[in-house]
């Protein structure tokens, strides 16, 4: 094999790591069918020592092919991408499912194993038969954990969820680190780890800003004076917006959305790319308008009127009293 897939490097990668447990199948498989008729007396027990050498061996490899080619199927799909949409939702499929073969394989083994000893076998049997009433009990102590498991499943397959998707979780925005069959990380914008039960995402409504697409819209908000020059004002901040490299160039716009008390607002819509553009993108339309407003329009600051009424500090004479001779 590493003849005909000379100059592959990908095929050679997986070769070496699965060299190791077909060496191991191949020489359980010619030890278990040479030696035990050579032994007489011990042939049987023997035999059954060997085939569960066999199992393992052969579900090391299996599992180790399967592995091999999950990620093969991986490295197809890269996330470092601007599209990576279909990429995170099938690496988060592949890396359920990683979990799901792992424990399937050696569930299966370790009990194809036990078969081979008859003992081992009249003792499953015995279990099997005075097993309802301890699986009852079972069934109810693993509620939470088998709902984990299949909300996770869920998760997998449903597409409300995927790797590196962005979130707002119990007012925590972040992104989404691993998904496990029990819990899903979240990494919060400030390096702290949200873990949640993977059913939190199955019962409770969360915010996916990445779901169909990265791309995202987001407001800059300005309180200023009422003698502010909207014009002027709007003009500056689509200069602002149209020179920097964060805008994606979908949305722009700049409304007068309040206007009470002693001040207007003035609102900025803008968009980005992602998330994180739009988070540099807006800091930056704030900052440059409000140093727009310091060089070009000071008196569009905000402030506070207060008029002061002054009157003569005279006494008017009472109409009811006689005038003075």
Not at 173 to 178: D, H, I, Q, T, Y
Not at 239 to 260: C, K, N, P, Q, Y
């Amino acid at each position: 094999m590493r003849r005909l897939t000379r100059g592959r490097a990908t095929t050679q990668a997986a070769l070496e790591r699965t060299h190791r447990p077909a060496q191991v199948a191949a020489l359980a498989i010619v030890v278990r069918i040479t030696v035990p008729p050579l032994l007489g007396s011990w042939q049987q027990p023997v035999a059954s020592v060997l085939n569960a050498a066999v199992v393992g061996a052969v579900a090391w490899l299996v599992g180790a092919v399967l592995l091999r080619i999950e990620e093969f199927t991986l490295r197809r799909f890269r996330v470092d991408v601007a599209d990576n949409l279909a990429a995170r939702r099938v690496r988060t499929q592949i890396s359920i499912l990683r979990r799901v073969t792992i424990v399937a394989i050696s569930v299966i083994a370790v009990g194809a194993a036990l078969v081979t000893f008859p003992p081992a076998r009249a003792a499953g049997a015995s279990l099997l038969a005075s097993a309802g009433l301890a699986g009852v009990v079972a069934a109810l102590a693993a509620q939470s954990t088998l709902g984990n498991l299949f909300a996770g499943l869920n998760l997998a397959f449903g597409d409300a969820l995927r790797l590196d998707d962005v979130v707002v979780v119990e007012g925590e925005w972040g992104r989404v680190e691993e998904i496990t069959l029990s819990y899903v990380v979240v990494r919060i914008w400030d390096q702290r780890r949200l873990i949640l039960p993977s059913s939190y995402f199955t019962n409770n409504p969360f915010q996916n800003w990445t779901r169909t697409s990265a791309d995202i819209i987001g407001t800059v908000e300005l309180d200023v004076d009422w003698s502010v020059p909207v014009d002027e004002l709007r003009e500056a901040a689509r200069r602002i917006v149209e020179g920097s490299e964060l805008w994606d160039r979908r949305a722009f716009a700049l409304h007068i959305t309040d206007a009470t008390g002693g001040l207007v607002r003035a609102r900025v819509l803008v968009s980005a790319a992602d998330s994180s553009a739009l988070w540099e993108l807006r800091c930056l339309v704030r900052e440059r308008l409000v140093a727009w407003l310091q060089q070009e329009h000071p008196a569009a600051l905000p402030r506070t009127r207060t008029e002061l009424q002054t009157a003569l500090s005279r006494r008017l004479p009472d109409p009811r009293s006689p005038e003075p001779a």
